[in-house]
Every structure is written in C-alpha cells, then in structure tokens.
C-alpha cells in the first residue's frame, strides 16, 4: 500500500521521518536518466577508443546501464531496491537484445527493397531479363508461392487439425502416444530432409516430374507436426466443463466437438495455422529440390516447373550482379510483408472469435 | 412428464478404485430428493450415474441397475446420448458456452440435436427462461454472451438451458455452491417451481439447504478414505433431520461427525 502512495506522490511528499512503511526513493525519472547516461558514455568510449561496431557500442552502453543502476539504487536507496531495479533493468535489457536485430533486419530490407518494389515488379517474371538487366519482376514467384503453399495448407490443415483432436478427445493408450511421439519427431525434419524424401518417393519412385505440387507434399511434412502441436495445446485449453454441459444435454460427442469444443479454441487454431504457414512460405530448400524453378510464369502447380519467393531470392543472390541484388532485397521485403500479412489476419481472426466476455 | 427412478445394487468404478458401493434407492416422481454427506462419499459421482455422465470420465464404469420406470439405464443397447436426453444436468461451476449468446446457449441442447424453426426456438427461450427466472433481467440483451452475467444468473442460465430440452428428470450437482446467498435463495425458489414439472435431485453440503427444498433426503458415508461411498439412509426430509433411524446420521446432522 505505502509502495503505490509513495510512486505516486515521490516529491511532493517527504517521507514521515520514523515511520516503518516509507524509506528514501529515487525520482521515477531515474531508470531513463540512468539509460540517457548509460547510452551517452557508451557512445563516448567508443568514439574515443575508435571502436568501428556500432554493436560494441550498444553492449557497453547495457552493460554500463545494468551496472548504473545497481550502484546508483545501492546509494541512493538501500540494496533490497537495488536488486529488485537491476532485475527490471536486465529484463530491458534483454528486451532491447531481442528486438534490436529483428528491427535492423527489417529496416535493412525496407530500405534496400523498397526503391524497387512497384507495380512492375510485383505484375512482371523474369522471363527474358539478364542478369545485368534492370526491370524484372517476381510476380511468377508469388503466384509459385501463394499455390504452393495453398496446396500444402489444404492437405496438411484437415490433416493436422482431425489428429490434434484425435489426440485429445479420443486418445487413448497405445497408438495415442505412438501419434505423439511421431509428431515430436517429425517436428524436428530439416527441410531439405523432407524435400529428399518426397525427391525419392514422388519422383524418382513413383515417377512423376518436378512441379510445384511436389514441392507441396513436402511442405506438407514440414507443417503437419506444427499445426498438431498447436492446435493440441489449443484444444486442451478448452474445459472440460464445457464439454461436459454439452453431453449432459443429450449431444453426441462429434456434434460436442464440432459446435462446442472447435468453436471455443477456433481463434487459437487459427492462430496456429497462420504460424504454420508462414514458417512454410520461407522453405527454400523443397523448392531447390522439387519445384526446379522457372523465370517464367507457370500457373499450373502440377505440371512443370514454378518458381517461389524464398528461392526467387536465392536465384538472384547467386547471379551476383547489383542489379540482382536488388530485386533480391525487394522479393525479400515481399516475403516478409506477405507473412506480416498472414499474421496480422491471424490475430484479426483470434481476436474477431476469441469467447467474448463483455458485459 | 416426470419419471421414477429405481435404483438397485449399483457400484460404481474411476479404473480399479471403487467410488460407490451398492447402491438401492427410488426417487419418487415431481419431488426433489437431496443427497447430503462428507466430501468424498460419492454423492456426486452417483448423480453422474444417473444419466451415463460417470462413464465419461476416463475409467469409469458402473454395476448395477438403474430403472426409470421400468426401463434400465444400463441395459443392452441403451444409447446414453438418448438417456442424457432425458435426464438434464446442471453442474457445480456455472459453464454456459462461452462462444454463444444467451439466446443461443438456452436452446444450444435443441439445435445441437436438431432442427426448430425460428419462431418454435423464440417461443422455447421465453418459456425456459421465465422457467429459470431469468427472463425479466435478461429479455433485451438476449444477443449479448452468456459469460457477461453475473455467476447466478449464469447459473440460472445453465437451468434454462437444461429445462430447455424437456427431460423428465433434472439433477443438480451442488448448483448452488458458488452463488452468493441471494442467488441461492432465487435457484431454491425455482427449485420449488420445478419439482411441479420435473423428477429433482439435488446434491448438497447445506444441510440447511436440504432441509429447505427437498422433500426425502438421503445420507451417504464412507467407513474410512480409500473405502467406497455407501447409502446411509434415505427417508422423508422431516424424519432425517428430526429423528434419523441411523446413529451416523444424526452426528452428521448435528456437527458432531469426525
């Protein structure tokens, strides 16, 4: 009670000499002066030792922040605050670890993607265009992309989603775990793993040719583990009171899982899902395999070859001319905008049909 | 409308453990019966018998013989989804789907299982609602989910939802343990008003409660924890609680158990 009297009033009111609640505190300004100061001299050093990495800079500068905080809270204050803000400070600190490189990347790739990246190039192939060409474009990798990884979707979705809900409604015993303890491991196939699997099965096997469709199947084995996982988790969540008011009401159990139980845990599932699908939209190593790529367009995934994003990046990394590089970074931000995309959808979806509590 | 149910020599089992040990009782038509007993002693798990909810329960199975009116529960070929429609439930926690709205929720039993015309539906949702005393504070915000009223009113939800689908019979497992004394006072009254259209039993720790609503009370005890449950005595509300045939009985009663 006296911590919440006195963050709110730390200047005004003086603490009561003597009394056992209030004891000196730092004005509530102090963490960010603390970490204006920290930043400050870490640019200091390093300018004056003539450090050439701006990282060397920043981790100096936390690590100084850390360090300021402790000693400053120590004197100022007594050591129970002091641990208590160096734990807040290394929870920021951590904080700023983490986002600082998803931050550069995505601010490298937009500034370096974005002077490219018009109408042209997201209406236009490759077909024709040199190297050393300007122009270009990748719109034969989206629509590669978009029916590669929608084939996959539409296979692996009803897949992973009818074994999720075999694992927690109705398994029991044996062949439950066996389930389980596939999923674990196919959660931990490299890609390229899964892409020379269906490579042997698919075509040298069964005899079929490259297409994007085998490129699916492969992204199929890749998505599967993940949508069971988490749409297990997902259904788990569900209570079980729920089901049982809908069985005490004479339902069928299908009927309990499909108007109950699903439509309770949908927003999660689709989450999950959306999750999925993006983490297949970035597999280039399928596609190397089995789809063989095509600068032209191809809309058809099962016959011949098709191009993607992730290797429609990879193909111009390799040629290796500015020109390339460019179109590279662009199809790069195209790729990331279209996952950003898909998981924005998700959480419009999560949020449109989490159970509703409004009162 | 209301049905009898005879029970006889059941034993109920969670995997290897037995929970309740031969059981014999009737439950009279239109009356409500409440089960009384220490925590433990199977009251609940042999309400969940009654309408083939103990057998959800993973592990679960039952000896024995429960009849209503002649027909056995148990007996070959006995869809328990067709029992459950008969023999309604409302639980401990107040549960209405969180997904749905009020409307919905009163006539999810009906739609879950079929289908009604609007007006037939509209018509069901008044009728369950005013059953369940509900309609007055919820008539204009029938669209708005069910998880936004209060916990009694939830719970009153829970028995229109039940009351919906017509059973003959309805059991109430500790409804009212988590209400405050207001709503306890609104879920006996309607107690009352049902047991006019409806078979009750009510499980419950209040033996106040007991004595309030029900009109043949029965006692269970357990000999010692690990021991199955047993059926102490059933008898008429009056003579459990004013001069009960058994010695464990009374000291239940009267506080001086344990």
Same mark, same amino acid.
Request: net charge neutral; proline share 5%.
């Given at each position: &009670?006296?911590?919440? &009297? ?21 004005p ?6 603390? !970490? ?29 922040f ?17 641990k208590?803000?160096?734990?807040t400070?290394?929870? *920021? ?6 986002v600082v490189?998803?931050y ?7 500034? /370096? ?12 192939? &490759? ?7 300007e122009?270009?474009?990748v ?13 996959? +979707? ?9 074994? !999720? ?36 099965f698919?075509?040298l ?11 699916s ?5 890749? %998505? ?24 005490? @009401? ?21 989450t999950?899902? %959306? ?12 596609? @190397? ?20 994003l ?13 020109q ?24 419009g979806?999560?949020?449109? /049909?989490?159970?509703? #509590?409004?009162? | 409308?209301?049905?009898?149910i005879?029970?006889?020599?059941? #034993? ?16 009279e038509p ?8 220490? =925590?433990?002693?199977?009251k609940?798990?042999?309400l969940?018998?009654l ?5 959800? #329960? ?6 024995? /013989? ?10 070959t070929?006995?869809d328990?989804v ?7 439930m ?9 997904? %749905? =709205? ?6 999810a039993?009906?739609?879950?299982? $079929?289908?009604y ?10 009728? +369950?609602?005013k059953?369940?005393?509900? *309609? ?9 989910? $069910? ?9 009153? @939800? ?24 207001? =709503? ?11 047991k ?10 209040? %033996?106040?409660? !007991?004595?309030?609503? +029900? ?26 609680? =004013?001069?009960? +045939? ?9 506080g001086?158990f344990?």
């Open positions: &009670m006296s911590h919440t &009297m006195t963050d709110q009033r730390p200047t005004t009111d003086p603490p009561v000499p003597g009394s056992v609640f209030t004891h000196r505190r730092m509530r300004w102090a963490p960010a002066a603390i !970490a204006v100061i920290a930043v400050a001299l870490g640019v200091a050093i390093g300018l004056a030792f003539d450090l050439s990495s701006h990282v060397q800079w920043g981790l100096i500068a936390l690590a100084l850390v360090l300021g905080t402790y000693v400053t809270t120590a004197l100022l204050e007594d050591r129970r605050q002091a208590d803000r160096v734990a400070s290394l929870v *920021w600190a951590c904080f700023v670890l983490a490189p998803l550069s990347l995505v601010e490298t790739t937009f500034a /370096k993607g974005v002077k490219d990246l018009d109408g042209r190039f997201l209406t236009h192939s &490759m077909a024709g265009v040199l190297a050393t060409d122009g270009g474009g719109y034969h990798a989206i629509i590669g992309t978009l029916e590669q990884v929608g084939l996959a +979707s539409l296979i692996a979705v009803p897949i992973g989603v009818l074994t !999720a809900i075999y694992l927690v409604e109705y398994g029991r015993g044996k062949l439950a775990l066996a389930v389980t303890f596939f999923v674990d491991v196919m959660t931990g196939i490299p890609s390229i793993v899964s892409g020379l699997f269906i490579l042997a698919w075509i096997v069964l005899g079929f040719s490259y297409s994007g469709f085998a490129g199947l492969a992204l199929v084995i890749l %998505m599967i583990p993940v949508v069971v996982r988490s749409t297990e988790e997902m259904l788990k969540l569900v209570p079980n009171e729920l089901r049982e008011a809908s069985l005490a @009401l004479g339902v069928p159990k299908w009927r309990t899982i499909l108007k109950v139980v699903l439509p309770t845990a949908l927003g999660g599932i689709t999950g899902i %959306m999750l999925a699908v993006a983490r297949i939209a970035g597999e280039t190593a399928p596609v @190397l395999l089995l789809v063989f790529g095509n600068p032209m367009i191809n809309n058809d995934p099962f016959n011949g070859a098709q191009s993607s992730p290797f429609y990046i990879y193909e111009q990394y390799l040629l290796g001319t500015d390339a590089y460019s179109r590279a970074w662009s199809a790069a931000l195209v790729l990331i905008a279209f996952v950003m995309i898909l998981n924005l959808v998700a959480r979806i999560a949020r449109w /049909k989490a159970p509703k #509590t409004g009162r | 409308m209301a049905k009898r005879d029970v006889s020599g059941l #034993t109920a089992y969670y995997g290897p453990h037995k929970a309740i040990e031969d059981i014999s009782m009737t439950v239109r009356s409500v019966t409440a089960f009384i007993g220490p =925590s433990g002693c199977g609940s798990t042999f969940r018998t309408n083939r909810m103990h057998e959800v #329960t993973p592990g679960g199975r039952v000896e024995g /013989k429960v009849l209503l009116d002649d027909e056995d529960l148990y007996g070929g006995v328990p067709a029992v459950r429609r008969t023999i309604g409302v639980f401990q926690r107040p549960n209405p789907f969180p997904t %749905m =709205s009020i409307y919905d929720n009163v006539v039993g009906l739609r879950l299982n $079929g289908r015309r609007k007006s037939e539906l509209d018509e069901i949702v008044e009728k +369950s609602l059953g369940a005393n509900l *309609w007055n504070e919820v008539k204009d915000r029938l669209n708005r989910p $069910g998880s936004g009223l209060s916990g009694g009113q939830q719970q009153r @939800l829970c028995i229109a939802r039940a009351i919906a689908v017509e059973p003959q019979v309805l059991l109430m497992d500790e409804p009212c343990s988590a209400l405050d004394p207001i =709503s306890t006072l609104a879920i006996e009254d309607l107690i009352g008003e049902l006019e259209r409806f078979t009750i039993v009510i499980v419950t720790h209040n %033996m106040q409660q !007991a004595a309030r609503v +029900s009109d043949r009370t029965a006692f269970f005890n357990l000999a010692a924890v690990g021991q199955p449950g047993r059926l102490i005595e059933i008898d008429d509300t009056e003579r459990i609680f =004013s001069n009960p +045939s058994v010695q464990a009985t009374e000291d239940y009663i009267s001086r344990g």
